[in-house]
């Protein structure tokens, strides 16, 4: 379902060509309404791609008509030439959503893109493909009319399912959730496999909802939703320089919902998403979540678990299946969190193989044949806890990105 | 030759049986003087390792005249037995050398160990050791009296490699250098292929001359010179509970320098040390250097400089020959040194791959066939340059480091 679970969405993903593998590749989001509000995070990445620069401008009046999103290339670091490529789509998106009768302009499109960095994207295939997106993207409300006996796209789950695939870069599995609030539905779809890391989100992600939510309190629910859920998750700690979160509202259930409850559905919805992502992280074969309890406050909990999410060398253990909390601790103590060094327990996965600072319950106790692994940090210092969810560093990761561009 | 080019220095290695490997695993440098005077740095990690806690204490003086290192166990994160026993290794070696007729105290032997974290050490073991070392160092100055025929250490050529031996955990080769200065010889040993990370040393490191030179302007050149060598190298980002870089002076050259021209003597040490231990890295098969030019200030290029060598997808793409300057950028727009995104330059070993920020000359005319790789980033905001040494991302890495422990 994803994207076209709530209504007033349509969706559809193609193969335009510009993935050399013939996958899908080009997808569409269009949103008919009635309203148009739309929020959005993007990368903090001091080189953002063209897309990122030019959907920052779409965002700022508050509302967007449609997406259009291709995979095979990230437009990054491409200059003049490469933001002129991303403003063409935008245009190229509204000319052929205005011939099938959407009052549609440029500056309606938001416009992501994934991939390679530094390379233009190839402009004949991709206005090639934007045409045939749009056609089989199918005409407003076909999805609510099954006797209209379109498989072609618009709000069905396959079209949803499509526009979910042709995001995917060195992703395996398409990832996509769907959440009931009370009266409405928020529904998503997300990429991201490598150069996964806070800061914030370091993936695309599209999420849809037909309940109706002005501009600013879109805004504000997403920014507090990625805080704690995209936010929370570092793969590899690189950040990419593509990476957007956009959330629209269509308001066609008609419905206005509590704030705070469709802040809570759109967190969940979130939460669910990034931990598909580090799910399916490159080469990961174990999936850690790192709870730092007992913190002086949320940023000391945030620092502290990102840092040891970070560490190659504990990445590395768990991929041994080795409870090495010495690897822990070791990059605890590069932070400015503030523990004393003889108060801070460590658990893997339920047993306290560090405490007070030392050597505490036997390694040889901790099951780790799981993929799921569990590390309790206890600072001692405070009530604030956070979760942060990382994986594994394996040979896999080394040898798929050592051959990514290549 | 290592810590006994200079006079005044003994040194041995021996095995003690705390590794299971049989190999050398404990060494022992001695200053016969007739200067004491030492300077030393220490982990900024916030879980200094027992040893670096004694150490600290022993060097407020200035003073020390013997140095205990083992391998096989790093004895941190091992609680208050842990320091026990580090202050228990100082006692027995100040023992020992008292029967052999020196007059020192515990609180001249500097203590240093490397290994695993959180295990206690093999005390039994370690203490026989001692006495095994102290007496196979042999007697002060048996190494320039070559009629006595002894073999058995001190200041031989072949009881300094011993020495380098015995304090390796994961290292396949032992790092040595010497420099002669003005009437002077400066000579080192270090360990270190993983954990290796600023702030400072991330390794062990012992540096030895017979310059006479007082504590305090040894310590004054030993800052400076760690600060451009150890501290700018980082092979895995992880820093470590253990790191030491240590200089002793006899001051038996009977010659005191031009501390200027000392500290460049020093220096030129250090970084010699310094790339021995990055080219040693744990699996590596790439030693990168990345210099970051015209930056507004040396922190800036610093910080630029290890951001991009913390890169995991860069150290992977150069693993794969793949000159990837967009995972150069994606990581420097992280930072937050001075630079405009459309004013950086890149180049991979002298071809400028990447120009104002976006597409340069053709990736395809970098040769990355050499273990060598150079890369060159212009800021282009100001007049300072910095190099960082480090190291690709293998599979081997990933493999060594899950089952180190086990």
């Known amino acids: 379902m994803s994207v076209t679970a709530a209504q007033g969405f349509r969706a ?21 309404g009635p309203s148009d509000a739309v929020a959005a995070v993007f990368t903090s990445n001091r080189f953002p791609a063209a897309p990122v620069l030019w959907s920052r401008q779409v965002i700022t009046d508050g509302s ?33 959503l205005q011939a099938g ?10 416009v992501c893109s994934t991939g390679l960095i530094g390379e233009l994207l190839p402009m004949d295939l991709v206005n090639a493909g934007i045409d045939t997106v749009v056609v089989d993207v199918g005409a407003p409300g076909a999805a609510d009319d099954p006797s209209s006996g379109s498989m072609s796209g618009d709000g069905s789950s396959m079209a949803g399912q499509s526009a979910a695939q042709a995001i995917m870069t060195t992703d395996t599995v398409p990832k996509t959730a769907v959440r009931e609030g009370d009266g409405y ?21 599209f999420i849809t909802t037909d309940a109706d939510v002005p501009a600013a309190a879109l805004d504000a629910a997403l920014r507090h939703a990625t805080s704690v859920s995209f936010d929370r998750i570092d793969s590899d700690g690189c950040m ?19 704030i705070d409850e469709f802040t809570t559905v759109l967190t969940d919805l979130c939460v669910d998403l990034a931990q598909q992502l580090i ?55 590069t ?33 780790m044949s799981q993929r799921d692994v569990v590390i309790d940090v206890h600072l001692k210092a405070g009530t604030s806890t956070v979760t942060v969810w990382t994986n594994d560093l394996t040979a896999d990761y080394v040898h798929e990105n050592s051959a990514y561009s290549t």
Chains 1, 2 share one sequence.
């Open 101 to 110: 009768g959407r009052d549609i302009g440029a500056g309606d499109v938001l």
């Open 279 to 333: 799910a399916d992280a490159e080469g990961a074969s174990k999936d850690i979540a790192i709870t730092v309890h007992e913190a002086a406050s949320e940023s000391d909990a945030l620092e502290a678990g990102r840092t040891i999410a970070r560490s190659n060398l504990l990445k590395c253990a768990i991929h041994g299946e080795d409870p090495n909390w010495g690897r822990v601790l070791s990059a605890l103590g």
């Open 12 to 32: 559809q993903g193609i193969a335009a060509g510009i993935k050399p593998s013939g996958r899908r590749d080009l997808a569409i989001i269009v949103n008919d």
């Open 185 to 205: 539905v928020v529904g998503g779809m997300a990429k991201g496999a490598g150069m996964l890391a806070p800061g914030l989100a370091t993936m695309l992600v």
């Open 240 to 258: 990419s320089t593509n990476d957007a979160v956009i959330v629209m509202a269509s308001g066609s259930a008609e419905m206005a919902p509590d």
């Open 335 to 367: 932070t400015t969190a503030a523990f004393e060094s003889d108060h801070v327990d460590v658990a893997i996965n339920g047993v306290t193989v560090c405490r007070g600072g030392g050597v505490g319950d036997p390694r040889e106790g901790v099951d």
């Open 64 to 96: 967007a008509r449609a997406v259009i999103v291709n995979s095979g290339g990230a437009n990054a670091c491409t200059g003049p030439q490469g933001f002129a490529d991303s403003h063409t789509m935008a245009e190229r998106t509204a000319a052929a």
